[in-house]
């Protein structure tokens, strides 16, 4: 049986450059792509995980992660993006 390549889910460097600013929740930072479901969950799972964000530029990502779940069908059971903090302080 002959063995054949998985693909990575994940996106390439150059899928990443390719794609709107817009489509990132940190645009700035090209951070956290929200391009489908599975992306849309990642950024809601690694949300704390972003660093050098001021409390404003995760408000405003908090806005299009939400909005890309409901275009996805993805449930978001966090109230607010500061119970997503897991404990660490947040920007300014």
Known sequence: ???TKRRSSGLSERQKDR???RTFA?????KEPLNDASHVRNAIARFDQVEGVS???RE???RRIR????KYGV???AKGW???MKGRRTGS
Not at 67 to 70: E, L, N, P, S
């Open 67 to 70: 909005a890309a779940a409901k």
């Open 82 to 84: 500061r119970s997503l």
């Open 19 to 21: 794609m709107s600013a």
């Open 26 to 30: 940190f645009p700035k930072e090209r």
């Open 60 to 62: 405003a990502a908090w």
């Open 55 to 57: 409390d404003s530029e």
């Open 1 to 3: 049986m002959p063995t």
């Open 75 to 77: 449930e978001v059971k």
